[in-house]
């Protein structure tokens, strides 16, 4: 049993980074068709590390059930950060007790992901949710098959808080054929004060290059079309490893590749540069799309979030992006309410918002989290104002999505064609270079596709068009 350990994670030394190679091997008939149902809550990363997971499971027999009513082992990959997380953890587990009470004494209940790596949440279910069966880490999603292979009436906790190996091998359950999600990078070391996931992942560590390019390579084979570069500050990619290197360095050697199109998150402003922007420019399947998170726009508010650069240092960075790579859309995440934040700070951030103009934007109310610096700080501003504030620059950040998707209208932009759209089975969605959502009427074996498609509405969130 290994239990989460605030202290431990905190933690950062000198130790080298293992890499590891994995050579799993497992019966597969050990669960023949019994069923599995996993539910991904958060980030990209969570939901590649479903992927993960999902292979783990079909290893060992496993196939995919459709809900916990049908199924014999249950999987809640939880996110630490999104709202109501505890609230969407808790009201699963009611789920999964009924149903283990009531129908399925067998049932398998497994709880993973940035949650499982708090210690609070972990003795809270050991203490008080007995028949949870397996809680594992983010560290230590390699062991799923052997937590449950050798499961037994006790609770088994497997959470290392510890700085991280980098793990080679892993096979990946991919939930699409035409993009894929490739990790570059595990961990931050950044600390801002009030997140949770230098914690939760543990220190940075860059994979390889030859690795992620043999991975890119491999995809391109398969037929992806897309790859999406994963990792918490991607632009400090290769600082880790001595002679490795740097991001700019991966994102030249991966577009030399040939796959159609390279995206990549999340960049921090602080370490972004202008090699990195000469290479997006350059190379033309690398995609102009950058989230680029401004969390304020309050010098002030901005050094007690430990961020690293001033309201101008970011604006200044913006304009260099706009300038040197035409048509590149830049999206952000805002947190309000920071502890203290007052009118003129929130004000600050609606000039920024006003002066950036975002594609769009991910916005949050501040919410603590045990152990980070900025949950111990007081706090005078009440939740209502809070609640203003966001509403305040949500309608502001609509008005500039809607405004951006405007200056599509009319024009011909190559979408990726990725499925059947959610909304209106008669259409088809995919993203334009930019990352714009689009919904057009066609023929299902344009699937798969990047095809031209006329712009005929612009939505706040979403684009209408015509394959050309
Ligand atoms: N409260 C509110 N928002 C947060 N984020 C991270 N931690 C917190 C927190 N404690 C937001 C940041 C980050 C995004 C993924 O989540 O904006 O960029
Ligand atoms: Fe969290 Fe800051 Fe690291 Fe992003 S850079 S994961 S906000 S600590």
């Not at 990959?77 to 999104?82: E, G, L, Q, S």
């Not at 699409?176 to 990790?183: D, Y």
Request: with cysteine; net charge negative; aromatic share 10%.
């Amino acid at each position: 049993m290994n239990i989460p350990n605030i202290k431990e994670a905190r933690k950062r030394s000198d130790k080298e980074v293992s890499y590891i190679y994995l050579n799993q091997e497992y019966d597969n008939s050990a669960f023949k068709n019994k069923k599995y149902f996993l539910r991904t809550y958060g980030c990209q990363m969570n939901v590649h590390d479903s992927e993960e997971i999902a292979s783990r499971l079909e290893s060992l027999g496993f196939v995919p059930g459709n809900s916990i009513e049908d199924s014999d082992v249950v999987i809640l990959n939880t996110c630490a950060i999104r709202e109501n997380a505890h609230d969407k953890l808790f009201g699963f587990l009611g789920r999964c007790k009924h149903e283990k009470e009531k129908n399925n004494p067998d049932l398998i209940i497994a709880i993973c992901g940035c949650m499982a790596q708090e210690e609070g949440v972990v003795n809270n279910l050991l203490k008080n949710h007995p028949y949870v069966d397996i809680v594992f880490g983010t560290h230590n999603i390699y062991q799923l098959q052997e937590l449950i292979l050798n499961r037994n009436k006790k609770q088994q906790i497997e959470v290392f808080s510890c700085e991280g190996n980098v793990y080679e091998n892993i096979s990946y359950k991919r939930e699409s054929s035409i993009k894929a999600w490739v990790n570059i990078q595990y961990g931050c070391d950044k600390f801002c004060t009030y997140c949770i996931v230098p914690y939760t992942r543990g220190k940075q560590r860059s994979r390889k290059s030859n690795e992620i390019i043999n991975e890119v390579k491999q995809l391109k084979k398969d037929g992806y079309k897309e790859v999406t570069l994963l990792g918490q500050n991607v632009n400090a990619y290769g600082k880790d490893i001595d002679g490795e290197l740097s991001f700019a360095g991966l994102l030249e050697e991966v577009s030399k590749t040939g796959i159609e199109r390279i995206r990549f998150v999340t960049s921090h402003p602080w370490d972004f540069t202008d090699e990195m922007i000469e290479v997006i420019a350059k190379y033309s399947n690398i995609m102009p799309y950058i989230h680029l998170p401004l969390q304020s726009g309050s010098t002030n508010v901005l050094k007690q979030m430990g961020r690293r650069y001033t309201q101008e240092e970011y604006l200044e960075l913006y304009k260099k992006i706009k300038d040197k790579i035409p048509n590149c859309a830049i999206t952000t995440d805002i947190i309000v309410g920071f502890p203290n934040e007052s009118d003129d700070d929130f004000n600050e951030t609606l000039k920024v918002v006003n002066e950036c103009k975002f594609d769009g934007a991910y916005t949050f109310i501040y919410s603590p989290r045990e152990g980070t610096p900025a949950a111990k700080m007081d706090d005078s501003i009440s939740l209502e104002v809070k609640e203003k504030r966001l509403q305040e620059l949500n309608s502001l950040i609509n008005n500039y999505s809607l405004e951006s998707n405007k200056k599509y209208l009319g024009r011909e932009v190559p979408v990726l064609l990725e499925g059947i759209s959610e909304k209106d089975s008669s259409k088809l969605f995919g993203y334009t270079d930019t990352f714009k959502l689009v919904n057009v009427s066609g023929l299902k074996d344009n699937i798969g596709k990047i095809v031209n498609v006329k712009i005929t509405d612009a939505k706040s969130f979403s684009l209408d068009g015509e394959i050309q």
